[in-house]
Every structure is written in structure tokens, then in C-alpha cells.
């Protein structure tokens, strides 16, 4: 389902990171929390799997794959992975793909994660397989109608180099205030040429430059209320 030449991609750096307010991993490399201070599992469900129409949209389709921008602990991938398994048929797949810079350890992941005893199963599984020294492209079948695909390095030449057509994007990197490059029109631009007709987008962001680039790049673009008091969100729909 992709075509990636790892020896394109430039290896992933640990993560910078303290633990703070509660034991919430927070990045100083970009000065910012990994997720919403208030739920971040919940966030997830009303950003990225509602905002993208999951997990309707991946009813009665054999595969389906999801991008995002910003591994980070995990978490999107974790809640995915569990709404997939209760709503998924016999012969259907799902490949999650993930762009991250710092891939996080096996024990940060852990125990970031552990806040949430809704994902204790998908969090042992992934901590579990996860790699001692991530870089390059890892790539874990973590059970035989899943795969997550994490490609360590800066997410504009990941994108590049991805040649599947992406049926929907999670857009999770840290805030644009704090790391512009994760929103820039050029990265907008490869998100949705490497969008299938139809395909969509979510994104918690709604700054009026993130907007401006991702309607440059093609996408037609929804306001929606935010999570947990943001006035807005943006997910948005390429063209057919």
C-alpha cells in the first residue's frame, strides 16, 4: 500500500520532553502539551475519527488508510485502532500511517498512555512491539487487520515519498504558533495530493493561515465547533 525508501527518510531524534501538570508528556522542543489538557482520548473521538466521518466512512471498504501529522504518544492511533476492532468486518484493513520527528521510548509511550484505562489493551500491544531505537520507517502489524506505519523525519519528505492515496488525515502536529512547518502551504499541498478524490482531513487547528493553506492545497473547508471549549476546528473534503 506504499512505497517509501527509508534510506530517504532521515532517522528520528528521541523526544525532548518533560512530564507536567499530572504526568503530561510536554514537548520543550516545541513548548507545548502532546494532547488537550482536558481528555485528550475524547478530543481525539470528536477532532479526528468524527471529523473525518469515522468510523462510518470505513464501513464496507477492504482497506483503508489513514495519514497523520505528529505520532507523539500514540494516543490517535491507540483510540483508532480501538474503534476499528469493534466495527470492522471479516477481510477488512486498516493501515494508519503516522509522519512524527522525535518518535517517543517504549516506557514515554507507556506511560502516557496508561492515563487511560479505555486503551489498556491497545496501549500493552503497541508499547509491547514498539522498537527500542525507532528511525527510519516502523512498520508493526499488530494484529492481522492492522497496521501502523510510523515514519521517523520531518513529515515533508515522508509525505513526499508516500505514494498511497490517503482516505483521511489526522492534521495533530504541535500548535502552529509553536511549529509552523507542520502547516505550512507546501506540507498542505502534499497532504492533499496525496488524497484520494473524496478523501478528507481533520484538524483541531483553526488559525487563519492553516485554513488559507489548506484551501490552497485543494481542500474545501468546514468550521466546526472545537473540543472542550475551542471555538472552532477545521476538517475539510478533497474534490472528487
Known amino acids: 500500500?506504499?512505497?517509501?525508501?527509508?534510506?530517504?527518510?532521515?532517522?528520528?531524534?528521541?523526544?525532548?520532553?518533560?512530564?507536567?501538570?499530572?504526568?503530561?508528556?510536554?514537548?520543550?522542543?516545541f513548548g507545548d502539551h502532546f494532547y488537550c489538557q482536558t481528555d485528550g482520548r475524547l478530543e481525539c473521538r470528536h477532532v479526528f475519527l468524527a471529523g473525518n466521518g469515522l468510523p462510518e466512512r470505513w464501513n464496507a471498504r477492504p482497506v483503508f488508510l489513514i495519514g497523520e501529522l505528529g505520532f507523539g504518544?500514540?494516543?490517535?492511533?491507540?483510540?483508532?485502532?480501538?474503534?476499528?476492532?469493534?466495527?470492522?468486518?471479516?477481510?477488512?484493513?486498516l493501515h494508519f500511517m503516522s509522519f512524527e520527528l522525535y518518535?517517543?521510548?517504549?516506557?514515554?509511550i507507556d506511560r502516557a498512555l496508561a492515563h487511560w484505562p479505555?486503551?489498556?489493551?491497545?496501549?500493552?500491544?503497541?508499547?509491547?512491539?514498539?522498537?527500542?531505537?525507532?528511525?527510519?520507517?516502523?512498520?508493526?502489524?499488530?494484529?492481522?487487520?492492522?497496521?501502523?506505519?510510523?515514519?521517523?523525519?520531518?513529515?515533508?519528505?515522508?509525505?513526499?515519498?508516500?505514494?498511497?492515496?490517503?482516505d483521511a488525515w489526522y492534521l495533530d502536529g504541535f500548535a502552529p504558533s509553536r511549529n509552523g512547518d507542520m502547516w505550512s502551504e507546501e506540507l498542505m499541498r502534499l497532504v492533499c495530493q496525496k488524497t484520494t478524490p473524496g478523501g478528507s482531513f481533520a484538524t483541531y487547528a483553526a488559525a487563519g493561515f492553516v485554513r488559507r493553506n489548506l484551501a490552497a492545497a485543494?481542500?474545501?473547508?468546514e468550521r466546526r465547533k472545537g473540543f472542550a471549549g475551542k471555538r472552532e476546528m477545521l476538517c475539510g473534503v478533497k474534490p472528487q
Not at 518518535?103 to 514515554?108: D, F
Open 218 to 221: 485543494g481542500f474545501s473547508i
Open 73 to 93: 504518544t500514540g494516543l490517535n492511533f491507540s483510540e483508532t485502532w480501538r474503534q476499528w476492532k469493534l466495527y470492522r468486518q471479516q477481510g477488512q484493513h
Open 103 to 108: 518518535p517517543m521510548r517504549r516506557e514515554e
Open 118 to 166: 479505555e486503551i489498556n489493551v491497545e496501549r500493552q500491544a503497541l508499547a509491547s512491539a514498539w522498537p527500542d531505537s525507532p528511525q527510519g520507517i516502523v512498520s508493526l502489524d499488530l494484529d492481522e487487520q492492522t497496521r501502523l506505519s510510523v515514519v521517523c523525519g520531518h513529515a515533508v519528505d515522508g509525505v513526499s515519498e508516500a505514494a498511497s492515496e490517503f
Open 1 to 29: 500500500m506504499t512505497d517509501i525508501n527509508p534510506d530517504q527518510i532521515g532517522a528520528g531524534k528521541p523526544q525532548p520532553l518533560e512530564w507536567r501538570d499530572g504526568d503530561m508528556p510536554y514537548s520543550t522542543a
